[in-house]
């Protein structure tokens, strides 16, 4: 029995009046209150401007007429820390007509993302840090929305972000799917068949700063819609890492045809950039951990030490611990991230299997790719659980008499006291 439109609209369109509500409170510390500082960087690749070409070593571009008005002309390729990449990627076939463009104003957009025949679109929003609003002012993302056609559900993604001085949502809304049918237009404005997804992940990457704690736990939101009968992709990402834009650098310059490709590759790809980075947090954790439980042993030897020291091994074990659980609430949550692709891609296989060449069982690269990124997790998750048993065994060590005085070796009654030091 098929479902009613008002069915589909509610529960996969249109977000709900509590989420539209929370959005409209919250704009205000999620946009760019500065026109001066807003901006998005768009790539396009249309064949009314085909005439510019991009080059491996992000060389200089011929730009056709087309381009005249841009109003920060950039080189090809993307903005990154040389200090920390300093050689760019092997030269890769350019993809013919590919344009980035880094727009401010809101006619401009409109004007760049109207041209016709665009067989990919990708537009990046920048944020300055974790707890700052986007780079970009509300025109300027309601523009975006617009032209872009993206549904209104995806405000729930918008709503990790904005100016905040501390985290409060460390899972970021499930993974939303929607296959756009052909004869669903009024309801996706699209004539033809195809998908469109939204997603969060949380990663680890070091955060370059001078603080006891090099890690941090970041976040970007991807979007993507497909049309199979264009075979074209229109792709939002929200705050990506520096190994995500070089990742798309590479892609991007690695065919001629990008409609030749499995449009779930890239997807693939950002899994894989997101969880890179957990083996080597897991060993700096490991790493901390062992020297805080070896100072924790030299401390209890010495009967003399100072209770302070304690009391601050305790906080340290704790602050440990705190970072644990997140650490363990991202992987979940990324975990059910690959899972519910894994089912939507198995779902989209069974539907356009005729129409793309990926295959419809588990020796498909695709299928196989997520299911080791499943198998990744799983490993990351087990290691850090370890860490997490042994943190909590090195906190019940650290535990003292609330009552014990330092020096005071004359009250048996508090040293005896079950109390603990908070």
Not at 358 to 379: G, H, M, T, W, Y
Request: charged share 25%.
């Amino acid at each position: 029995m098929r479902t009613s439109s008002y069915f589909n609209r509610t529960l996969f369109y249109h977000a709900t009046p509590a989420i539209d509500q929370l959005f409209e409170d919250r704009a205000s510390g999620l946009f760019e209150v500065d026109n001066a500082k807003s901006s998005v960087d768009v790539h396009v690749c249309s064949h009314e401007t085909s005439e510019t070409t991009v080059t491996g070593s992000r060389g200089a571009t011929t730009e056709s007429e087309s381009d005249v008005g841009c109003e920060t002309p950039t080189e090809p390729g993307f903005s990154v820390d040389r200090t920390r990449y300093p050689h760019d990627p092997p030269g890769y076939v350019s993809l013919p007509g590919l344009h980035l463009h880094s727009v401010a104003k809101p006619d401009r957009l409109q004007e760049i993302l109207s041209l016709p025949d665009q067989p990919i679109r990708i537009c990046f929003i920048r944020q300055r840090n974790s707890y700052s609003r986007l780079q970009l002012t509300r025109e300027l993302y309601d523009t975006l929305i617009n032209q872009f056609r993206i549904y209104p559900r995806f405000v729930e993604f918008i709503l990790l972000f904005g100016a905040r001085s501390t985290e409060y949502e460390i899972r970021p809304p499930q993974l939303h799917f929607r296959q756009i049918e052909g004869d669903c237009g009024k309801l996706a404005q699209e004539t033809c068949a195809g998908f469109e997804c939204a997603y969060g992940l949380r990663y680890v990457e070091l955060n370059h700063r001078q603080t006891t704690e090099p890690w941090s736990i970041r976040q970007t939101v991807v979007y993507h819609k497909f049309i199979t009968e264009t075979q074209s992709s229109t792709w939002l990402m929200i705050a990506p890492s520096e190994s995500t834009q070089l990742q798309w650098d590479r892609y991007l310059k690695s065919f001629r045809d990008i409609s030749k490709t499995n449009p779930f590759e890239f997807h693939v790809i950002l899994l894989d950039t997101a969880l890179a980075n957990w083996r080597p947090y897991v060993i700096s954790l490991t790493q901390r951990i062992t020297r805080e439980s070896d100072r924790l042993v030299v401390a209890d030897v010495d009967a003399e030490g100072p209770l302070s020291l304690k009391i601050e091994q305790r906080q340290t074990f704790k602050d440990i611990e705190d970072y644990i659980i997140d650490a363990l609430v991202a992987l979940d949550s990324t975990s059910e991230t690959v899972h519910a692709m894994v089912q939507d891609y198995r779902q989209f296989c069974l539907s356009y299997g005729n129409t793309h060449s990926a295959n419809r069982n588990e020796s498909d690269p695709v299928s196989l790719a997520l299911l080791e990124k499943q198998r990744e997790i799983s490993s990351s998750r087990k290691k850090i659980e370890a860490l997490q048993r042994k943190v909590e065994g090195s906190i019940s060590l650290v535990k003292q008499p609330r009552n014990c005085e330092v020096g005071s070796e004359t009250n048996q009654d508090a040293s005896n006291s079950s109390c603990q030091v908070s």
